[in-house]
């Protein structure tokens, strides 16, 4: 259970984030700047000197660095009193960029997490639908064309249908049908294949078809169909080792727009949000939607 | 005031962590050799399994089966689809990143940039994700406001306008475009020491998402990209995919027009990839039709006459072709082939000029713009060269940057984001710009429209990329009917009839793509050509066969014969087949099966052969009339748009050419 928690990016990134902030604190020792100084640190001006060179390909001099600190100290005196002035209140392009940086902040925390086994195998049993594999057909049809035969069509189906039954058909019974690029057989199969070449309505039929025995007629978009299943491979769950790397996948993609949501649903859940006006009601009634998620 | 503080730097520790993770992750996807399923190390040179020529009469007799390892399912798939990771996609309001678009394309549902739900009516078998590899994924970057490209003003003033969207954005997407098309973009973003480790890092973790997605049998991504040279406004884009997987992938760095404009650079680029990683790669141009006159051009890049060795890199470059897209339709223009009476699809506001028509579409730029008439070319120079430069195939594709291929007309999402359903969408005018006089393209200019199909013998990123190297593809209008086509001088009226036609096709002669043998003495070329409607869709008017080939001065001449057609029409004194009928009601938005046939099979002679003359012979088949996504607008919406707006079309199928030349 615990190491189940552990393993809750939220918390993680709650438990590496205060980590960090106490080991912060201790080696700063509280020395916390006062609120009108300014200190450019070692590591700042390391930062400020690295960032130079890798433009101009050479260390800033002297002239430059100091150059380099003066500009930062601009900036840093320009953002504070920004900052007190309230000027990062209402700017459209600061809102989204600080948003923006908490939705990286919570994707990339989410790409970083590996599941455990047992995770993934409990989302595998959990979501056991989407990783099925649907049952598989092998058959062969014979096509009679509604076009061309008209009004007898469903007449003559019904006797060769007969014959086939009775094992009285040509040895290739595609013989007896009309021409087509429909292909006689399908081996192994799987829903949506048999649906992009013979349509939906069609697979959906063949799939209702007993095993082992020439049946139908059964109707498509192109005509009608004898159909004879010579074998189908039940629908299974696949076990984990098989599609592991299938698996992994859609958890990280489940499990990032969950850790994105859960993000923002706990920061949200510091705030009560009051909405004014006729658009109070919209709110209410999202709110209760998301209750019910 | 203390307490403040202390929340501010546990706020910045946190920051500090999403720094980290960025880091991390980041020299992650620098990684070139993760290993990662699925990959394909083997570099050998797959053995088609189809029976190149006639199996000996040996094999034929004992083993009737034994060689049946030819292609029997057509796969469905676009080679042009672009995320959020191409700056004009981006901008313009595309956020779906590489993994969505993969989902979408395989067939999930999702809300499309302008909040409506959207999913495609079928899966697609393949798909290639071509963003740009101008500036692949800067600009995320731009928009962010990576400090690293703030330096500039330009592209701080772009970021700016991105961010406040509408038309600011839509004036910053037409500045870069022109910026590209003039060489006047910001040189940070093309200093390969800036840009060059953004763009490797977005690049390389789209190759390893491209890997996560693809399941062969099931779902197939090609890793790829679209160059997107300009010159002058004039369109020689062309989309580069490979064969292998993110381990060979990473090895390279996208080569884009910033690189170079000239296609022979992107060949050099494509041999280098091929030498170093031990990996394939093909590249596919588009859009013909918006190159005034380049594409099919008689010039090299440099203006210099093109030479034997010219042709033999583009015949190997450049297998396939795009026909059609959303752009329009590059078969060919009513102009340059008067008596093809199937030509108005795809060509209006397409014909005025070039892609950002900065310059005019002229007639003498006509027989080099449009795929027909570069056939055609091919001829005449194979003629003069011993090789056909344009020995190219055809598929189709949407160009859709709004990550959604949706190219059928009542599931219609438009190109750009801009362009999705809403009431007034088609009298949009294009952000492409405006022409002399002021010419100007509209949203109801652009098709719903097009998918590439491939003859491939297994969905798998090998088996579809070997397909398109045989050329053994075609491309259509968006509807997924199925196309057979054969070459061969042996073909009897009988083999059209035969419940097994694709063993008979590929036991004597060759499919799509292919080239004819010299035909012996009295011999014409004989074509199987067969067509299935799309399931879901409409049923057939005809198939055509459309012939190119060079007279005895040395001219390339072009004609289309009507070789079979449904409801028994008799063709009229002009040797026309009267129109099939029309069942369309534009105030429903419907149609009727009613006229028209499910398939279509015949053999067809040529009646004109002459085996002295090297020829082309393509099949395009049309479906009977149908809505056009307007039509769908104006029911959905309840407008009513201006008359010059088309309601209706027939869709179409294009096939690769089976060449004939008397020298092979």
């Known amino acids: 259970m615990i190491r189940r928690l552990l393993r809750e990016p939220l918390l993680q990134f709650l438990l590496i984030g205060t980590g960090l902030f106490l080991v912060y604190e201790a080696i700063d020792g509280g020395r916390l700047e006062a609120p009108r100084e300014i200190v450019i640190s070692e590591a700042r001006i390391e930062a400020l000197a690295e960032n130079f060179a890798s433009v101009w390909m050479r260390p800033p001099t002297a002239v430059e660095l100091k150059g380099l600190i003066d500009d930062y100290v601009a900036e840093e005196v320009y953002y504070r009193e920004a900052i007190a002035m309230g000027l990062d209140q209402d700017d459209t392009v600061i809102r989204r960029r600080l948003r923006q940086k908490m939705e990286f902040i919570s994707e990339n925390v989410a790409d970083s997490v590996e599941p455990i086994e047992a995770e993934l195998q409990d989302f595998l049993v959990q979501n056991a639908g989407k990783f099925a594999r649907p049952a598989e057909l092998s058959f062969r049809q014979v096509y009679l064309s509604a076009e061309r035969r008209g009004d007898t069509v469903r007449a003559d189906a019904e006797r060769l249908l007969a014959e086939l039954q009775a094992g009285r058909g040509p040895a290739d019974p595609a013989e007896a049908g009309d021409t087509t690029l429909l292909p006689a057989t399908m081996e192994v199969a799987s829903p949506q294949q048999i649906a992009s070449a013979f349509g939906e309505e069609f697979a959906r039929q063949v799939d209702e078809t007993p095993v082992g025995q020439w049946s139908g007629p059964i109707e498509s978009t192109f005509g009608v169909h004898l159909v004879r299943v010579d074998e189908r491979v039940a629908a299974d769950a696949p076990m984990l080792v098989e599609i592991r790397p299938i698996v992994l996948r859609e958890w990280q993609a489940e499990h990032r727009r969950r850790q994105n949501e859960s993000f923002l649903a706990a920061l949200r859940g510091k705030y009560e949000v009051r909405v004014e006006g006729p658009a109070a009601e919209l709110l209410a009634v999202r709110d209760a939607g998301s209750a019910v998620r | ?664």
Do not use: C
């Not at chain 2, 009737?64 to 469905?76: C, D, E, F, N």
């Not at chain 2, 088996?463 to 075609?474: G, L």
């Open chain 2, 1 to 664: 005031m203390k307490l403040e503080a202390r929340r501010d730097r546990g706020i910045l520790a946190l920051a500090v962590v999403g720094a980290l993770l960025v880091v991390a992750h980041a020299s992650r996807a620098q990684t070139p050799d993760v290993p990662v399923r699925g990959v394909v190390e083997d570099t050998e040179e797959v053995h088609i399994p189809v029976p190149a020529g006639q199996p000996s009469a040996q094999a034929q007799a004992y083993s009737p089966y034994a060689g049946r390892k030819y292609p029997t399912r057509v796969l469905w798939g676009d080679t042009h689809l672009h995320s959020a990771n191409s700056g004009d996609a981006f901008t313009t309001g595309n956020r779906f990143t590489p993994e969505q678009t993969y989902r979408i394309a395989r067939g999930e549902e999702v809300i499309s940039a302008t909040g409506l739900p959207a999913r495609l009516s079928r899966p697609l078998d393949f798909v290639v994700l071509s963003d740009h590899a101008e500036g692949l994924g800067l600009i995320t970057q731009v928009y962010e406001g990576n400090p690293a490209l703030m330096g500039d003003s330009t592209i701080q003033r772009w970021s700016r306008m991105i961010k406040a969207g509408g038309t600011e954005a839509s004036s910053a997407v037409t500045e870069l475009i022109g910026a590209q098309a003039t060489n006047t973009l910001p040189t940070v973003l093309t200093d390969p020491k800036v840009a060059g480790p953004l763009m490797m890092s977005v690049w390389q973790r789209a190759a390893v998402m491209a890997d996560k997605y693809n399941e062969p049998g099931k779902f197939t991504t090609l890793i790829g990209f679209e160059w997107t040279p300009t010159p002058g406004g004039d369109n020689l884009h062309r989309n580069v995919l490979l064969r292998d997987g993110q381990a060979r992938a990473s090895q390279v760095f996208p080569f884009s027009s910033w690189n170079s404009e000239d296609p022979e650079k992107l060949w050099a680029w494509m041999e280098a990839y091929e030498q170093r990683t031990g990996g394939r790669a093909l590249a596919i141009p588009h859009n013909g039709n918006l190159s005034n006159g380049r594409m099919y051009a008689a010039q090299a890049f440099d203006g210099s006459a093109i030479t034997k060795d010219y042709a033999e890199r583009r015949q190997r470059w450049e297998p396939v072709q795009e026909i059609v897209q959303m752009k329009g339709a590059s078969e060919s223009h009513p102009k340059l082939s008067p008596s093809d009476e199937f030509l108005e699809y795809g060509i209006a506001g397409w014909e005025l000029g070039n892609l950002t028509l900065g310059g005019k579409l002229t007639p003498e730029m006509m027989p080099t713009s449009y795929v027909r008439a570069g056939f055609m070319r091919g001829l005449e120079h194979e003629a003069k060269l011993g090789v056909n430069p344009f020995k190219s195939g055809i598929i189709g594709s949407s160009d859709a940057h709004n990550a959604l291929p949706f190219v059928e007309e009542d599931n219609f999402f438009g190109k750009f984001p801009g362009q999705e359903p809403r009431a007034d969408r088609w009298k949009d005018r294009s952000s492409t710009g405006e022409g002399e006089g002021g010419a100007a393209r509209y949203t109801w200019q652009y098709l719903a429209a097009g998918y590439a199909a491939v003859w491939a013998t297994e969905n798998t990123r090998e088996a579809v990329f070997d397909a398109m190297k045989r050329r053994e593809t075609y491309g259509t209008s968006g509807t997924r009917m199925t196309v057979r086509f054969f070459g061969g001088y042996d073909y009897t009226p009988e083999d059209a009839q035969s419940r097994y036609m694709a063993e008979v096709g590929y036991s004597k002669g060759v499919p799509m793509g292919g080239d004819l043998k010299p035909a012996a003495a009295g011999k014409a070329p004989t074509f199987l050509v067969a067509a299935m409607k799309d399931p879901q869709g409409a049923n057939l008017d005809r198939i055509q066969i459309v012939k190119g080939w060079l007279d005895a001065s040395g001219t390339a001449q072009e004609k289309v014969y009507d070789v079979v057609w449904s409801d028994d029409r008799k063709p009229g004194q002009d040797g026309k087949l009267p129109p099939v009928g029309d069942t369309v009601d534009v105030a429903r938005a419907t149609y009727a099966n009613t006229i028209g046939t499910a398939e279509l099979a015949t053999v067809w002679k040529d009646p004109d052969f002459k085996p002295g003359q090297r020829a082309f012979y393509y099949a395009r088949v049309i479906e009977i009339p149908t809505p056009r996504w307007t039509a769908y607008d104006q029911v959905r919406f309840g407008v009513k748009m201006s008359a010059d707006v088309p309601m209706k079309q027939q869709e179409r199928a294009w096939t690769s050419p089976i060449w004939y030349s008397p020298s092979i």
